[in-house]
C-alpha cells in the first residue's frame, strides 16, 4: 500500500441500502454519503449473515464472526434445554461470546471510542472510552440502562397510556390569566422500564418500576382563540413550572432525581405536547425516554460532560410509540431521530476533537427504524406510497447531517468505513404466519386462550414442533424441551413432515409457496449458523420470499423488491483505498473488521473469520480477466450467432417452400384408383410400416449428424 492510514473510523447506519439512496443522490440530498462514494470504494454486493437481523449482524461487524461463533444468532439467543419462549438480549456486551476490534486493540494500547454501538455494553475492558451501547431493540424503551421507558398522559383513552382525569382548575398560586377557564389534571409519573438483559417470555414480564414522582399539568389560553397552552409543575404553583409548552413545542432537558430498587437514580428528560383541542382542552403529553445523567458512559464523568453541551441523551427515538400515541403524521417520531442524530453527530465529534484516539466506532438506529414505518408495504396506495417515502428520505437526511459531523472530527489521515447491519425490501404480500402453517398441518395445537392474549399459548401436550424467533422450528424433542413429546428415535420423521408441511403450503392469495430456503439444522452450517456455547438455533432453519415479511429478518441477503435491496451499504474511504471504484466481488460483513485490522496493520479479533477485502487497497492491480480470453469469448460469440442467423435463414426458406402445396388436377381429382391412405389393419402390415418408420428415422439421424458438423465445424 502506499500511504498508510493512522486512525480508522466506523460509522454504522442501522438498516441503510443503496438501492434507497440512489435517487436521494440523483438529487444531491446526501452531499456527504455522495462524496464517500465518489472518493471511495464501493462494494454493491455486500451481504448480511441469516438471519437479516440487527443483534446478530452488528456482533458479527465488530467481531468478523459469524452468528453461530459470537453466540447471537438473532435478535436475541435460545439456552438449550430451556422452555421454547425463553429467549435472551442480544443487545449487551454479555451476549457477545467474541473479542471485538476495539477489544484486541485495547491489549496492544490502541485508544478506542465506541459511541452507542449495539452490543457493547457492559464495557468488557476498562481502557475503551464508551457512551451506552446497551439497547436499541423496538420495544417498549429496550435499553438496559434506561430509568423509564416513555410514557403518554392522556385525557382520551389510549393503549398502554396513563389516562388522567381534567377539572376546573382550583387553589394554584399565581394562576395565569386565560381567556377561557384553566383545566388541571394531576400526573403520577411512575418511571418504569422492561429491562431486556433478562429473560423475554413475555411482554410485561421484569417490568422494573420505581417511585411515583408527582406534577400537576394546567391547560389554558394564553391567545384568544381556545385553549392553546399547558404548563407541567411539581406543585400547583407556576412559579416551579418545569416546562410550558404550546402544541407540538418541545420542553428543554428536565432533569430528575427518582428512586427505583431502593437507589436513588438521576436521570433526565423532554416533553412534548402531542396534541390540544382548542374547545375541549382534551390533551395528550408525550414524555419521551427517561435516561440516566451518569452510569451510562466509561469513564463515567463523560456523561454529565456530553449532556452539558449536547442536551439530554436518549437511546431509543420513540420507535414503539410512534404507532399508537402519537399522531399518525409521524412529525413527533421523525423530530425525536433528528434529535438523536445531531446528538451523536456533535457528541462524536467532540470526543474525537478531545479525546486521544486510534479507532472510532458508532452506530445510529434512525433508519431502520423509519424503514418499519415508510418503506411500502401491503395494502398502501401510491399516495402512501410517496408521503411515506418522503418521509424516509427525510431521515436519510438528518443521517447524512450526521455523518458530515463524525467526518469533520476524523482527519485525513483516518481511514473511514460507512456500513449498515442489513438493508429493507418493501413488502407487497401480507405478512406469514409460520406456526399457522404448522398448525394446519397437525403439527401444532394452541391452548384456549383470552382473545385478549399478547399471543396465543402453545400445548405442548399436542404440539410436534412450533416456530421460534425470526426464522427457526424446533421439533418438540423428548429429554431436550420441557414437555417434549417426540422420541428421540421419531426425529427426523418429525422433521420430515415439519419440512413437508413448508413444501406443501401454497399462499390462499398467491397460489405461490413462499418459502425461499428450508435448512435442517446441521446444513445451517453453511450460512455460518450452528448450535454453540449452550445455545441453539432451530432444527429447522427457513427463509421466505421478500414479498412475505416486512422490512427485513427473514428474507435472505440478496433480497431485493422496489426500491429497497436487502443488501448491506458499504463504503471505504482513506489513505491507500482506491477512490471513486466499484468491487463487485461479493462481500460479507464478517469481512469488515479483518479490513479494518489489515489496513492499518492492526491485531485480528481473536474470533475473526471473515476475509481482507484487498480488492479495494490502491496497490492491488489483477491480470484476470486476461484480454485474450474475451477477446477469445466475443469472437466465439459472434461466430455462433452468425452460425444460428444462417441455420435461421435457411429454416425459414425450407418451411416456405413445405407450405406451397399444388393443386390436384382434374384427372387426379376424379381418378377412381386414387384412395385415401389407411392405418394396418393386421399384423404384417403393422411391420410392414415400423420397417418404413425405422428407415425415416435413420434419415433423421443422419441429418442431425450433418447440421451438428455444420455448427460445431466437426
Same mark, same amino acid.
Not at 420430515?496 to 428450508?518: E, H, K, W
Not at 438455533?537 to 421478500?546: E, K, N, Q, R, S
Not at 428407415?695 to 465445424?713: F, L, M, N, V
Given at each position: 500500500?502506499?500511504?498508510?492510514?493512522?486512525?480508522?473510523?466506523?460509522?454504522?447506519?442501522?438498516?441503510?441500502?443503496?438501492?434507497?439512496?440512489?435517487?436521494?443522490?440523483?438529487?444531491?440530498?446526501?452531499?456527504?454519503?455522495?462524496?464517500?462514494?465518489?472518493?471511495?470504494?464501493?462494494?454493491?454486493?455486500?451481504?448480511?449473515?441469516?438471519?437479516?437481523?440487527?443483534?446478530?449482524?452488528?456482533?458479527?461487524?465488530?467481531?468478523?464472526?459469524?452468528?453461530?461463533?459470537?453466540?447471537?444468532?438473532?435478535?436475541?439467543?435460545?439456552?438449550? #434445554?430451556?422452555?421454547?419462549?425463553?429467549?435472551?438480549?442480544?443487545?449487551?456486551?454479555?451476549?457477545?461470546?467474541?473479542?471485538?476490534?476495539?477489544?484486541?486493540?485495547?491489549?496492544?494500547?490502541?485508544?478506542?471510542?465506541?459511541?452507542?454501538?449495539?452490543?457493547?455494553?457492559?464495557?468488557?475492558?476498562?481502557?475503551?472510552?464508551?457512551?451506552?451501547?446497551?439497547?436499541?431493540?423496538?420495544?417498549? #424503551?429496550?435499553?438496559?440502562?434506561?430509568?423509564?421507558?416513555?410514557?403518554?398522559?392522556?385525557?382520551?383513552?389510549?393503549?398502554?397510556?396513563?389516562?388522567?382525569?381534567?377539572?376546573?382548575?382550583?387553589?394554584?398560586?399565581?394562576?395565569?390569566?386565560?381567556?377561557?377557564?384553566?383545566?388541571?389534571?394531576?400526573?403520577?409519573?411512575?418511571?418504569?422500564?422492561?429491562?431486556?438483559?433478562?429473560?423475554?417470555?413475555?411482554?410485561?414480564?421484569?417490568?422494573?418500576?420505581?417511585?411515583?414522582?408527582?406534577?400537576?399539568?394546567?391547560?389554558?389560553?394564553?391567545?384568544?382563540?381556545?385553549?392553546?397552552?399547558?404548563?407541567?409543575?411539581?406543585?400547583?404553583?407556576?412559579?416551579?413550572?418545569?416546562?410550558?409548552?404550546?402544541?407540538?413545542?418541545?420542553?428543554?432537558?428536565?432533569?430528575?432525581?427518582?428512586?427505583?430498587?431502593?437507589?436513588?437514580?438521576?436521570?433526565?428528560?423532554?416533553?412534548?405536547?402531542?396534541?390540544?383541542?382548542?374547545?375541549?382542552?382534551?390533551?395528550?403529553?408525550?414524555?419521551?425516554?427517561?435516561?440516566?445523567?451518569?452510569?451510562?458512559?466509561?469513564?463515567?464523568?463523560?456523561?454529565?460532560?456530553?449532556?452539558?453541551?449536547?442536551?439530554?441523551?436518549?437511546?431509543?427515538?420513540?420507535?414503539?410509540?410512534?404507532?399508537?400515541?402519537?399522531?399518525?403524521?409521524?412529525?413527533?417520531?421523525?423530530?425525536?431521530?433528528?434529535?438523536?442524530?445531531?446528538?451523536?453527530?456533535?457528541?462524536?465529534?467532540?470526543?474525537?476533537?478531545?479525546?486521544?484516539?486510534?479507532?472510532?466506532?458508532?452506530?445510529?438506529?434512525?433508519?431502520?427504524?423509519?424503514?418499519?414505518?415508510?418503506?411500502?408495504?401491503? #395494502?398502501?396506495?401510491?399516495?402512501?406510497?410517496?408521503?411515506?417515502?418522503?418521509?424516509?428520505?427525510?431521515?436519510?437526511?438528518?443521517?447524512?447531517?450526521?455523518?458530515?459531523?463524525?467526518?469533520?472530527?476524523?482527519?485525513?489521515?483516518?481511514?473511514?468505513?460507512?456500513?449498515?447491519?442489513?438493508?429493507?425490501?418493501?413488502?407487497?404480500?401480507?405478512?406469514?404466519?409460520?406456526?399457522?402453517?404448522?398448525?394446519?398441518?397437525?403439527?401444532?395445537?394452541?391452548?384456549?386462550?383470552?382473545?385478549?392474549?399478547?399471543?396465543?399459548?402453545?400445548?405442548?401436550?399436542?404440539?410436534?414442533?412450533?416456530?421460534?424467533?425470526?426464522?427457526?422450528?424446533?421439533?418438540?424433542?423428548?429429554?431436550?424441551?420441557?414437555?417434549?413429546?417426540?422420541?428421540?428415535?421419531?426425529?427426523?420423521?418429525?422433521?420430515?413432515?415439519?419440512?413437508?408441511?413448508?413444501?406443501?403450503?401454497?399462499?390462499?392469495?398467491?397460489?405461490?409457496?413462499?418459502?425461499?430456503?428450508?435448512?435442517?439444522?446441521?446444513?445451517?452450517?453453511?450460512?455460518?449458523?450452528?448450535?454453540?456455547?449452550?445455545?441453539?438455533?432451530?432444527?429447522?432453519?427457513?427463509?421466505?420470499?421478500?414479498?412475505?415479511?416486512?422490512?427485513?429478518?427473514?428474507?435472505?441477503?440478496?433480497?431485493? =423488491?422496489?426500491?429497497?435491496?436487502?443488501?448491506?451499504?458499504?463504503?471505504?474511504?482513506?489513505?491507500?483505498?482506491?477512490?471513486?471504484?466499484? =468491487?463487485?466481488?461479493?462481500?460479507?460483513?464478517?469481512?469488515?473488521?479483518?479490513?479494518?485490522?489489515?489496513?492499518?496493520?492492526?491485531?485480528?479479533?481473536?474470533?475473526?473469520?471473515?476475509?481482507?477485502?484487498?480488492?479495494?487497497?490502491?496497490?492491488?492491480?489483477?491480470?484476470?480477466?486476461?484480454?485474450?480470453?474475451?477477446?477469445?469469448?466475443?469472437?466465439?460469440?459472434?461466430?455462433?450467432?452468425?452460425?444460428?442467423?444462417?441455420?435461421?435463414?435457411?429454416?425459414?426458406?425450407?418451411?416456405?417452400?413445405?407450405?406451397?402445396?399444388?393443386?390436384?388436377?382434374?384427372?387426379?381429382?376424379?381418378?377412381?384408383?386414387?384412395?385415401?391412405?389407411?392405418?394396418?389393419?393386421?399384423?404384417?402390415?403393422?411391420?410392414?410400416?415400423?420397417?418404413?418408420?425405422?428407415?425415416?428415422?435413420?434419415?433423421?439421424?443422419?441429418?442431425?449428424?450433418?447440421?451438428?458438423?455444420?455448427?460445431?465445424?466437426?
Amino acid at each position: 500500500m502506499s500511504k498508510q492510514a493512522k486512525r480508522a473510523v466506523l460509522i454504522g447506519l442501522d438498516g441503510a441500502n443503496y438501492e434507497a439512496i440512489k435517487p436521494l443522490l440523483e438529487e444531491k440530498r446526501l452531499p456527504n454519503i455522495s462524496m464517500l462514494l465518489q472518493q471511495g470504494t464501493f462494494f454493491p454486493n455486500a451481504h448480511a449473515p441469516y438471519p437479516t437481523l440487527t443483534g446478530s449482524n452488528w456482533a458479527s461487524i465488530a467481531t468478523g464472526a459469524w452468528p453461530g461463533t459470537h453466540g447471537v444468532t438473532c435478535m436475541s439467543y435460545h439456552v438449550t #434445554g430451556e422452555p421454547n419462549d425463553y429467549w435472551y438480549s442480544g443487545f449487551t456486551s454479555d451476549a457477545v461470546e467474541a473479542e471485538t476490534l476495539w477489544e484486541a486493540l485495547a491489549k496492544t494500547g490502541k485508544k478506542s471510542i465506541v459511541l452507542k454501538y449495539t452490543g457493547s455494553w457492559p464495557p468488557r475492558h476498562p481502557d475503551v472510552t464508551m457512551i451506552d451501547g446497551g439497547g436499541g431493540r423496538p420495544f417498549w #424503551g429496550g435499553s438496559i440502562l434506561e430509568l423509564s421507558h416513555s410514557q403518554f398522559f392522556s385525557t382520551e383513552p389510549v393503549p398502554n397510556g396513563n389516562l388522567v382525569k381534567a377539572a376546573p382548575a382550583k387553589d394554584w398560586k399565581d394562576l395565569p390569566t386565560s381567556s377561557v377557564p384553566p383545566l388541571e389534571f394531576p400526573i403520577q409519573y411512575e418511571p418504569q422500564s422492561n429491562r431486556i438483559l433478562e429473560q423475554l417470555q413475555f411482554e410485561g414480564e421484569n417490568i422494573r418500576k420505581g417511585k411515583a414522582l408527582e406534577f400537576w399539568g394546567i391547560v389554558y389560553a394564553r391567545g384568544n382563540n381556545g385553549y392553546d397552552t399547558i404548563a407541567i409543575c411539581g406543585s400547583k404553583d407556576m412559579g416551579n413550572a418545569l416546562t410550558i409548552l404550546g402544541p407540538r413545542e418541545w420542553s428543554e432537558p428536565i432533569n430528575l432525581t427518582l428512586e427505583i430498587d431502593k437507589k436513588k437514580h438521576r436521570g433526565s428528560l423532554r416533553i412534548t405536547l402531542e396534541r390540544l383541542d382548542q374547545e375541549s382542552g382534551s390533551m395528550g403529553l408525550f414524555f419521551w425516554q427517561l435516561y440516566p445523567t451518569d452510569g451510562f458512559t466509561q469513564p463515567a464523568e463523560i456523561g454529565e460532560e456530553l449532556i452539558s453541551k449536547f442536551g439530554s441523551y436518549v437511546n431509543h427515538p420513540a420507535f414503539s410509540e410512534a404507532g399508537t400515541w402519537l399522531d399518525n403524521d409521524y412529525e413527533t417520531f421523525i423530530k425525536c431521530m433528528e434529535y438523536q442524530n445531531e446528538w451523536l453527530g456533535r457528541a462524536g465529534r467532540h470526543l474525537m476533537e478531545t479525546r486521544e484516539w486510534d479507532f472510532f466506532a458508532m452506530q445510529c438506529h434512525c433508519i431502520d427504524y423509519a424503514n418499519h414505518y415508510f418503506v411500502p408495504r401491503h #395494502g398502501w396506495t401510491e399516495e402512501d406510497r410517496k408521503v411515506n417515502l418522503d418521509r424516509l428520505a427525510r431521515c436519510y437526511e438528518s443521517v447524512d447531517r450526521m455523518v458530515g459531523e463524525i467526518l469533520a472530527g476524523a482527519d485525513d489521515n483516518s481511514l473511514i468505513c460507512v456500513v449498515s447491519d442489513h438493508g429493507a425490501t418493501e413488502s407487497p404480500l401480507p405478512e406469514l404466519s409460520v406456526n399457522e402453517i404448522l398448525k394446519d398441518a397437525g403439527l401444532l395445537t394452541y391452548e384456549e386462550f383470552d382473545a385478549n392474549a399478547v399471543r396465543p399459548i402453545v400445548d405442548l401436550s399436542k404440539t410436534i414442533a412450533q416456530h421460534q424467533r425470526a426464522a427457526y422450528i424446533y421439533i418438540n424433542l423428548m429429554g431436550r424441551e420441557p414437555g417434549g413429546i417426540v422420541p428421540p428415535e421419531e426425529y427426523e420423521e418429525a422433521r420430515d413432515r415439519v419440512i413437508a408441511a413448508l413444501c406443501d403450503y401454497r399462499d390462499p392469495g398467491t397460489g405461490r409457496n413462499p418459502f425461499s430456503m428450508i435448512l435442517r439444522k446441521e446444513d445451517a452450517r453453511i450460512l455460518g449458523l450452528y448450535d454453540n456455547l449452550g445455545r441453539d438455533i432451530g432444527d429447522i432453519v427457513y427463509a421466505l420470499l421478500p414479498e412475505y415479511d416486512h422490512e427485513h429478518g427473514r428474507q435472505l441477503p440478496a433480497s431485493t =423488491v422496489g426500491g429497497q435491496t436487502m443488501k448491506p451499504l458499504l463504503i471505504f474511504k482513506g489513505p491507500s483505498i482506491k477512490g471513486g471504484v466499484t =468491487v463487485d466481488r461479493t462481500t460479507w460483513l464478517v469481512d469488515v473488521a479483518p479490513t479494518i485490522a489489515q489496513a492499518l496493520d492492526w491485531p485480528m479479533p481473536s474470533e475473526a473469520e471473515g476475509a481482507v477485502l484487498y480488492q479495494m487497497f490502491d496497490d492491488h492491480k489483477s491480470n484476470f480477466p486476461r484480454e485474450e480470453f474475451l477477446n477469445k469469448q466475443k469472437a466465439r460469440l459472434e461466430e455462433i450467432r452468425s452460425r444460428f442467423a444462417q441455420r435461421q435463414k435457411a429454416a425459414t426458406v425450407s418451411s416456405k417452400k413445405d407450405l406451397t402445396v399444388e393443386a390436384p388436377t382434374t384427372e387426379q381429382r376424379q381418378s377412381p384408383s386414387r384412395e385415401m391412405e389407411k392405418l394396418p389393419d393386421t399384423i404384417e402390415e403393422l411391420k410392414e410400416a415400423l420397417i418404413q418408420a425405422r428407415s425415416e428415422a435413420r434419415h433423421w439421424k443422419q441429418a442431425y449428424e450433418q447440421y451438428h458438423r455444420i455448427t460445431h465445424g466437426n
